[in-house]
Structure formats: structure tokens, C-alpha cells
């Protein structure tokens, strides 16, 4: 039988950058996949804080409108 390298006419160095390029997509693609949780804590995160600051704007507005209720009472 003939050998790997004679049969398919690549050279060692072909074999060896193929196996490195291999290597170098699955580390990129294990790197991809550990990603994509951490892309979602932060997007729910910022929603999070998005909504309680909506939340603390709304009771502020609303405790100041309270409060004029208030003004308007007494004065009467």
C-alpha cells in the first residue's frame, strides 16, 4: 500500500495546518456557546434596570401628584 502522504499528493504540512485549523474552530465554537448565557444575563440585567428605573420615575411622578392633591385640600 502506498503511504497517506504519496497517495493524495498533500504535503505534511497540509495534514498539520488542517488538524490546527480543527482545533482553532472547535475552541472558537466552545467559546461562541459559553457566550451566548452570558449575552443574556446582561440583556436581562439591563431590562431589569430599565423597568425599576421606569418604575421609580412613575412613584416619584405619582407622589408628587398626591401631594398637590394634598395642597388643594388643606386649602380649602
Known amino acids: 500500500m502506498k503511504d497517506k502522504l504519496e497517495k493524495?499528493?498533500?504535503?505534511?504540512l497540509y495534514y498539520r495546518l488542517?488538524?490546527?485549523l480543527t482545533v482553532v474552530l472547535f475552541a472558537l465554537a466552545v467559546f461562541a456557546?459559553?457566550?451566548?448565557?452570558v449575552g443574556i444575563s446582561f440583556k436581562l440585567a439591563e431590562a431589569q434596570a430599565q423597568?425599576?428605573?421606569?418604575?421609580?420615575?412613575r412613584s416619584s411622578s405619582s407622589g408628587q401628584d398626591?401631594?398637590?392633591l394634598q395642597e388643594i385640600s388643606s386649602n380649602l
Open 18 to 20: 488542517k488538524a490546527f
Open 33 to 37: 456557546l459559553g457566550a451566548i448565557p
Open 66 to 68: 398626591d401631594s398637590g
Open 8 to 12: 493524495t499528493g498533500h504535503k505534511k
Open 51 to 57: 423597568a425599576d428605573s421606569e418604575n421609580s420615575q
